[in-house]
């Protein structure tokens, strides 16, 4: 039994037993019977009553509940509907006060995510609403009459995250180039004129950071660094006038040292003051004309040697020889010097490798030169070798040097429509005339060698023929058993038989006249440079026989 019945049931026990106890009471007083009916009809309307009032306040307390979960319905529909959720779906079987109680409960979470969203949309429109007015950009498009659903807000924060990378990024960029356009006005000395470059110079910057500002001050920091190239490159020619007119007027080094601080800056004094440096030194070099067009004329030379003019086209300049000297003589100088300057400059690479062309056939010379001196052999130390090196290189490189020189001598006649003259003569005919004389110098130096050798060598075998003399110190013997002697006439012994090859040329012929003719020709073959002996050298330690003769440690021959 429920513990409600149990209530009842104790509630009409008691009731009877009160009802019980009255009439006891009634009794004992002696109360009429009509009197006692009269009490116990309004201890029944008594108790009716209290019970018709809990009834009533029961029934009230049903119909709240009821009321409450019609209400908690249609507000958790209206909920879900706004949050874009499903509806809630309700257990079947429930009391009406625990239906009341999940829908509320369910109605208040609701209320709650409503709440909690609708404040993360305010805290992003006003975010939202900073990102506009700094960056200048179009709204996202929610506002605050509806909730946003979730995946809303989760796009409009990727929006409010991508706007404040913007920022910091457009940020970033303002600071740099309104470093870099304050930078330019100080460069230039300039002050901000317009109320757009005031608000560059003077206001926060982080007041606009829109695109168009932007491309506006871009634009600014464009037609400042112009401005600041031009100012630099009218710097630098002065700069470079100055720095001729010092050389031609011979200007001290303490003076110009004084002036160091405006040949460095290009700001606008810096400029003034250039200006007005090369406007002195001009006023000097006109008080000055014969030593400046002398000046002129040394580097007029100077050039001239670069370039290979011949005297004909020097010629070609009569100012260069003129003795009047004034100021049209000084103008004429200075536009020639400016024309070959030019023309060095943009031809440098030919002048230069025509240059080392002919240094590097000097040193070839020279080395040529030192490679048949007789006693290259002797103390020399490892310097043999390295020149015999470089010998080689210069060899194989003049070739190609020449084949380079070749193709920049056709475009530089194409370009010029004359040839190029070294000396008075085209440079590649220079070059054959060189190598002419070279090889000529070569063979006449081999025939001088020839004719010297020759003679040398016919004295010497005559003398060993019939003179019959030996060698003057003892001769070793090759091996550990001493093989006998023959004697032969004049006191020669027979040839070793590991030397008859090597000794033709000086046998007598039947005749008995001498081999003159038999060892000019193997001294033809002589190797008259370091390299051929070299070779040579190489051959010998490649063969038996020679090897025996040439290495003095053999002791079987």
Request: aromatic residues 6%; hydrophobic residues 35%.
């Amino acid at each position: 039994m429920r513990r409600s019945e149990l209530l009842a049931a104790e509630a009409e026990a008691c009731l009877n037993k009160a009802l019980s106890r009255l009439k006891d009471i009634w009794e004992e007083i002696g109360i009429p019977e009509e009197q006692r009916l009269q009490r116990t009809s309004m201890v029944k309307n008594h108790i009716k009553n209290l019970l018709e009032m809990m009834i009533e306040e029961e029934e009230a307390l049903r119909k709240r509940l009821m009321h409450s979960i019609h209400k908690c319905r249609a507000e958790m529909q209206r909920l879900c509907l706004e949050l874009q959720l499903p509806v809630f779906q309700e257990e079947e079987g429930l009391s009406i006060l625990q239906q009341e109680k999940n829908i509320r409960i369910e109605v208040e979470a609701l209320m709650k995510e409503r709440a909690q969203r609708m404040q993360q949309l305010q805290d992003l429109l006003d975010q939202e609403q900073d990102l506009c007015h700094t960056l200048d950009c179009k709204a996202f498009g929610l506002t605050a009459d509806a909730v946003p659903s979730q995946e809303q807000l989760e796009s409009f924060k990727h929006y409010i995250s991508h706007q404040n990378a913007e920022k910091a990024q457009r940020h970033a960029e303002f600071r740099e180039l309104k470093k870099r356009v304050i930078l330019c006005m100080e460069e230039l000395d300039h002050i901000p004129e317009s109320s757009f470059e005031k608000d560059v110079v003077h206001e926060d910057q982080d007041s606009c950071l829109s695109t168009d500002n932007a491309a506006s001050l871009r634009l600014l920091l464009h037609q400042l660094e112009e401005r600041r190239v031009e100012q630099e490159g009218r710097c630098q020619a002065h700069r470079v006038k100055i720095e001729q007119l010092w050389e031609l007027l011979q200007v001290s080094t303490g003076d110009r040292e004084a002036f160091s601080e405006h040949m460095v800056a290009s700001r606008r004094r810096n400029l003034e003051a250039l200006q007005a440096e090369e406007r002195r030194l001009e006023e000097l070099k006109l008080l000055n004309i014969r030593g400046v067009t002398d000046a002129l004329r040394s580097q007029i030379l100077a050039l001239w040697e670069k370039c290979f003019y011949s005297s004909e086209q020097r010629q070609d300049f009569p100012a260069f020889f003129r003795v009047d000297f004034d100021e049209d003589l000084l103008a004429l100088h200075e536009a020639e010097l400016h024309r070959l300057k030019q023309h060095y400059e943009k031809h440098q690479e030919l002048y230069s490798g025509v240059h080392r062309w002919r240094e590097s056939w000097r040193h070839l010379q020279e080395l040529e030169k030192k490679a048949a001196d007789p006693s290259r052999f002797t103390n020399r130390g490892g310097n043999l070798l390295k020149e015999e090196k470089l010998r080689r290189e210069l060899q194989k490189n003049l070739p190609k040097l020449e084949k380079k020189l070749k193709v920049q001598i056709r475009s530089w006649e194409s370009e010029q429509h004359c040839s190029f003259l070294v000396n008075g003569q085209t440079f590649m005919q220079f070059v054959e005339e060189q190598w002419e004389l070279h090889r000529a110098q070569k063979e006449k130096e081999r025939l001088e060698r020839f004719n010297a050798t020759s003679s040398t060598s016919c004295g010497s075998s005559q003398r060993l023929l019939y003179s019959g003399c030996r060698s003057p110190g003892p001769i070793p013997t090759l091996s550990a058993t001493k093989a006998p002697t023959v004697q032969t006439l004049g006191g020669f012994k027979p040839p070793h038989p590991g030397f008859g090859g090597y000794n033709k040329e000086n046998k007598g012929q039947p005749n008995g006249t001498p081999p003159c003719t038999q060892r000019n020709v193997s001294m033809a073959s002589i190797a008259i440079t370091y390299s051929k002996f070299v070779r040579d050298l190489s051959m010998a330690s490649n063969s038996k026989i020679q090897h025996r003769v040439l290495n003095s440690t053999s002791t079987n021959l």
